[in-house]
C-alpha cells in the first residue's frame, strides 16, 4: 500500500507539531539511541513498511524489521531501529500506534479466516468499506496482511445495487427487465444486487439467478435462512456468486462458513482492539 511522503510527515506532524518538549527540556536529544518494538501477545504483523517510513522520516536507521503477513510470537521483536534519542522519541508514539492498530486488524483478520476455513476450505472472507472515516488504506493494508482482501474499495470500481437504488428504479421488476441493458452498459463488470431479509427474499433471489446476475448478497440474514437458499440456488444457477453480510463476527463465522455461501463479508476486522506492542528506547 502506497503513502506518499506528505502523508509520513502529517502522521509525524500530528504528534509534534513544533518540537518534542520534553526531550528539549531534558537535554538528551543529541544522545545516541537504540529502539525496539516488540510484540506482548501472538500476532499476526502488518503495518511495518508503513512504520519503517516513519522511522526513516525521523531520521532513524531500521536495524530489523518483520514483513507484513508474518505469524510471531510473545516477546518477538517487530522493528528495530538506532538514532539520536531525538529522533527516536519524536517516532515513538507515531510509530507504536501505527503498529497497534494494524497487527490488531491483521490478527483479527488472520484468526477469522482461520475459523471460516476450517469448516469450509473454499469459503471467501471479504471486508467492506464500512470503516473509520479517512482509514480506509489503512485498514485495508491491515486487513490484507491477515490474509482478507476488499469486498468493494468504493463506489467506482463494482456495481453493488442495494434496496435504496431499487427504490427509484420501481421495485425489484424493472430492474430485472432492464438487466440486459445494464450489462452492456458495463460490459468488464460484475453486477450484484443485495436482498435483505423478507417474505419473499427466496423468490427474489431465484428471479435474479435466473435473470443471470453475477452475484447475489444476503444482507443480516440467519445461517439457517442461508443454508436454505442457497441450496435452492445451486439447483438454478450453481455459477452465480452468494455473498453473506451482515453481523459476521468470531462468534459466528463457523456458522456461517457451513451455509453453502461462497463468501462472508464482514466489517469486524476493522474494529479490532489493537495489538499491544511494547517499545524500548535506550542509550548506546
Same mark, same amino acid.
Given at each position: 500500500?502506497?503513502?506518499?511522503?506528505?502523508?509520513?510527515?502529517?502522521?509525524?506532524?500530528?504528534?509534534?507539531?513544533?518540537?518534542?518538549?520534553?526531550? +528539549?527540556?531534558?537535554?538528551?536529544?543529541?544522545?545516541?539511541?537504540?529502539?525496539?518494538? &516488540?510484540? +506482548?501477545?501472538?500476532?499476526?504483523?502488518?503495518?511495518?513498511?508503513?512504520?519503517?517510513?516513519?522511522?526513516?522520516?525521523?531520521?532513524?536507521?531500521?536495524?530489523?524489521?518483520?514483513?507484513?503477513? /508474518?505469524?510471531?510470537?510473545?516477546?518477538?521483536?517487530?522493528?528495530?531501529?538506532? *538514532? #539520536?534519542?531525538? #529522533?527516536? &522519541?519524536?517516532?515513538?508514539? %507515531?510509530?507504536?500506534?501505527?503498529?497497534?492498530?494494524?497487527?490488531?486488524?491483521?490478527?483479527?483478520?488472520?484468526?477469522?479466516?482461520?475459523? !471460516?476455513?476450517?469448516?469450509?476450505?473454499?469459503?471467501? %472472507?471479504?471486508?467492506?468499506?464500512?470503516?473509520?472515516?479517512?482509514?480506509?488504506?489503512?485498514?485495508?493494508?491491515?486487513?490484507?496482511?491477515?490474509?482478507?482482501?476488499?469486498? +468493494?474499495?468504493?463506489?467506482?470500481?463494482?456495481?453493488?445495487?442495494?434496496?435504496?437504488?431499487?427504490?427509484?428504479?420501481?421495485?425489484?421488476?424493472?430492474?430485472?427487465?432492464?438487466?440486459?441493458?445494464?450489462? +452492456?452498459?458495463?460490459?468488464?463488470?460484475?453486477?450484484?444486487?443485495?436482498?435483505?431479509?423478507?417474505? &419473499?427474499?427466496? !423468490?427474489?433471489?431465484?428471479?435474479?439467478?435466473?435473470?443471470?446476475?453475477?452475484?447475489?448478497?444476503?444482507?443480516?440474514?440467519?445461517?439457517?435462512?442461508?443454508?436454505?437458499?442457497?441450496?435452492?440456488?445451486?439447483?438454478?444457477?450453481?455459477?452465480?456468486?452468494?455473498?453473506?453480510? *451482515?453481523?459476521?463476527?468470531?462468534?459466528?463465522?463457523?456458522?456461517?462458513?457451513?451455509?453453502?455461501?461462497?463468501?462472508? %463479508?464482514?466489517? !469486524?476486522?476493522?474494529?479490532?482492539?489493537? /495489538?499491544?506492542?511494547?517499545?524500548?528506547?535506550?542509550?548506546?
Amino acid at each position: 500500500m502506497f503513502f506518499s511522503p506528505q502523508e509520513i510527515a502529517a502522521l509525524i506532524q500530528e504528534d509534534q507539531p513544533f518540537l518534542d518538549l520534553t526531550t +528539549r527540556m531534558l537535554g538528551i536529544g543529541d544522545q545516541a539511541a537504540s529502539m525496539r518494538f &516488540h510484540c +506482548r501477545q501472538n500476532i499476526t504483523v502488518a503495518g511495518t513498511e508503513l512504520a519503517v517510513k516513519i522511522l526513516d522520516a525521523c531520521g532513524l536507521t531500521v536495524t530489523e524489521s518483520r514483513p507484513s503477513g /508474518a505469524l510471531i510470537s510473545t516477546g518477538t521483536t517487530v522493528l528495530a531501529a538506532e *538514532g #539520536s534519542a531525538s #529522533s527516536a &522519541h519524536s517516532a515513538w508514539k %507515531v510509530t507504536q500506534n501505527v503498529l497497534e492498530y494494524a497487527c490488531g486488524i491483521a490478527t483479527y483478520s488472520a484468526q477469522l479466516l482461520h475459523q !471460516a476455513h476450517q469448516i469450509n476450505p473454499l469459503v471467501s %472472507v471479504v471486508a467492506t468499506r464500512k470503516n473509520i472515516p479517512g482509514i480506509r488504506r489503512f485498514a485495508v493494508m491491515a486487513a490484507l496482511a491477515g490474509g482478507i482482501l476488499p469486498h +468493494r474499495l468504493g463506489l467506482s470500481e463494482s456495481i453493488l445495487v442495494f434496496d435504496q437504488h431499487l427504490d427509484f428504479l420501481g421495485g425489484l421488476s424493472p430492474f430485472l427487465q432492464q438487466l440486459a441493458y445494464y450489462k +452492456r452498459q458495463a460490459p468488464s463488470s460484475k453486477i450484484v444486487v443485495e436482498l435483505q431479509k423478507s417474505d &419473499h427474499t427466496t !423468490a427474489d433471489a431465484l428471479a435474479l439467478a435466473q435473470a443471470g446476475v453475477a452475484g447475489i448478497q444476503f444482507d443480516k440474514m440467519a445461517p439457517a435462512q442461508l443454508a436454505e437458499i442457497a441450496a435452492k440456488l445451486r439447483v438454478v444457477a450453481p455459477e452465480v456468486t452468494l455473498f453473506a453480510a *451482515g453481523g459476521i463476527t468470531h462468534a459466528n463465522v463457523q456458522d456461517y462458513a457451513a451455509t453453502g455461501m461462497d463468501a462472508l %463479508v464482514t466489517s !469486524a476486522v476493522y474494529h479490532a482492539v489493537p /495489538a499491544n506492542i511494547g517499545v524500548e528506547i535506550r542509550p548506546i
